[in-house]
């Protein structure tokens, strides 16, 4: 049965009736009788019936609008459409489309006058160039006659204290252009949620596997070579492309995207080339001692800005700066004021930014986790991440390259490799694995303690295959219960969190929120120690939290949930992008686009069969 509709007017009648909020949504929450008569082309009536199909019936009319119709031609299918179903369609041929840029003359009208900091906002969007990439430079110079853009060539240097020197005039970092036919343009780059125009390094690989999966290696290729143009040109992978992030980089997966893209492609020459730079990047972002390598050997994050990261909303440190400005009678914006411009000079503060943005380098910003001391902590997750690095190197040149890379005149074979994870693998049992309790936990290098702060990242070391089969039997046995919530893992237990009150504020990595990486990680993880059940159990949980949600919400999926509610109403200090949109969510949010489409892939088709007939999982497990 198809139906054939004057879009603007059913729209108008569907709202007028259904939308009693106003919010130009059709959700659990309206108060609308739940049913609207349609008519079909062979003149058949139809009624739609509850919140979910009625919703589905205004997001069809929505696409055929974005479309340019006047008339819509909606099949039956798609207002009964299976829960999962549709949820993975979207993502497969909506939303990745709606979260794909350029950074080219085609894409670049997205970013005239785009911040997400209202305080950032100037009149000319400002692009900042490398110092060797001419064409780049060239082309957007060129621009500048047809857009409000400037192009700003950096430095060949790029230093902390020209970073600072520069937050006073953000703008965006040109990313890797292509050129054929004596034709420029952007590769695509696929972004973390609606309001941003920016790539991000560790989003950017949980986004690759639903890319993968979904058919569109293509842009998880993108990704990659995105990441190595950012090596190459602004010495590591950014938090993203933007000016205030030069001194800061993300969790390193790049070992990971290129192995993963290359099972795809079989591109030897491709992977060759960025197996070059992945083995620069190991050896000059992570491995420089007394920067992100310590002295025990294990690695930190050690983002090199100085003063307040400028991003952060007006009123963010105020609580933070209040102290430090009440003692010498000065407001707290003229306090600041007069500290960025090195006019005050305060130590702790020094100390205090420092380790606020290797939170954010961490990708976990926040988490009281690693809130005041994150540059002082050799993290779990870190250390697994590089040992996956380690154990991928040597896999790669074992297998691709006949046990020999050379690099520089420098011979790479995989039992250099190896030995190097052998060794992080000891490094991390003495000083992350805590035997008594069962788990793996931050290691704080200056106060030669563990932390007792337990976190979802304690299993990263089952992704990665740095942990032994008693150790993740006890990781299985001892922490998956104290983390597993209705709808999935939660970022920590209740308890480590401590005393949530106005003074000391709910961190949205922490408990009760659950995040689609985190997920992922140990998904993924678990497969590798033989943890099928649990497997099984922790995807459906997630699934059915997201299914849900988007049945009673309008299709909605957002950047996170509360697992403990199983709710995408969530408070957090940055909101939850995803859920502000009308008629039609048009993009979700990446990376948990991408672990719907990777659970689905993992989960068996009794339980996908269950999870569209949204049987909840106390009835399961």
Known sequence: MIFQLNIEDTLSKLLQQEDT????????????????????????????????????????????????????????????????????????????????????????????????????????????????????????????????????????????????????????????LEEENEKISGIPFVVPGGRFNEMYGWDSYFQSIGLIIDGK????????????????????????????????????????????????????KWLKSNLITAIFEY???????????????????????????????????????????????????????????????????????????????????TSYRIDGNCADLNLVELNALLFKYETDFAALIKDEFNDKLVVNSKTYTSSYWLEKAKNRQEKANHYLWNETKGLYLDYNFKTTKQSNFIAATTFTP????????????????????????????????????????????????????????????????LINYGFIDATQELIYRWLYMITKNAVDYNGTIPEKYDVLEATHKVFAEYGNVGTDFEYITQEGFGWMNASYQYGLSLLKKEYVTSLNNLIHPKIIF
Request: charged content about 25%; glycine content about 6%; aromatic content about 10%.
């Open 462 to 525: 089952l992704w990665s295959k740095m942990a032994s089969q008693e150790q993740a039997e006890s990781l299985v046995k001892n922490i998956l219960p104290l983390l597993i919530e209705q709808g999935g893992i939660a970022g920590s237990t209740k308890e480590s969190i401590g005393l949530i009150s106005n003074e000391r504020p709910q961190r949205q990595w922490d408990y009760p929120n659950g995040w689609a990486p985190h997920q992922m990680l140990i998904w993924k993880g």
């Open 217 to 268: 290696v293509t842009l998880a290729k993108a990704a990659a070579e995105h990441f190595q143009y950012e090596i190459e040109h602004y010495g590591k992978i950014l938090n993203a492309n933007r000016s205030y992030y030069l001194t800061r980089t993300q969790p390193p997966f790049y070992s990971s995207l290129i192995t993963e893209v290359f099972e795809v492609t079989d591109d030897k």
């Open 21 to 176: 909020d106003g919010d130009k949504k059709i959700t659990i929450e309206d108060k609308g009788p739940k049913s609207f008569e349609l008519v079909s082309k062979n003149g058949k009536k139809y009624i739609v019936n509850n919140t979910y199909h009625l919703s589905n019936l205004l997001q069809e009319l929505v696409i055929s609008k974005n479309e340019g119709l006047i008339t819509a031609q909606i099949p039956l299918n798609h207002i009964e459409e299976l829960p999962v179903d549709r949820v993975s369609r979207m993502i497969k041929d909506y939303f990745w489309n709606g979260l794909t840029r350029t950074l080219d003359e085609k894409g670049i009208k997205n970013l005239i006058n785009d911040s997400k900091n209202e305080a950032l906002i100037s009149n000319n969007l400002r692009v900042y160039i490398p110092f060797k990439d001419e064409i780049a430079f060239k082309y957007y110079k060129k621009l500048e006659s047809t857009f409000p853009i400037e192009a700003i060539k950096l430095p060949e240097k790029i230093t902390p204290k020209f970073v600072k020197n520069i937050n006073t005039k953000p703008g965006i970092l040109s990313l890797k």
């Open 283 to 365: 050896e000059t972002v992570w491995m420089t001692a007394g920067n992100r390598l310590t002295k025990n050997g294990l690695n930190r994050y050690l983002a090199e800005g100085i003063g307040m990261p400028p991003e952060c909303e007006e009123g963010h440190f105020d609580a933070i700066v209040k102290p430090f400005a009440d003692e010498i009678k000065l407001s707290i914006g003229l306090y600041l004021e007069k500290y960025q411009l090195g006019e005050i000079k305060n130590k702790t503060l020094d100390t205090y930014f420092i380790n606020d943005r290797s939170v954010r380098e961490s990708g976990h910003d």
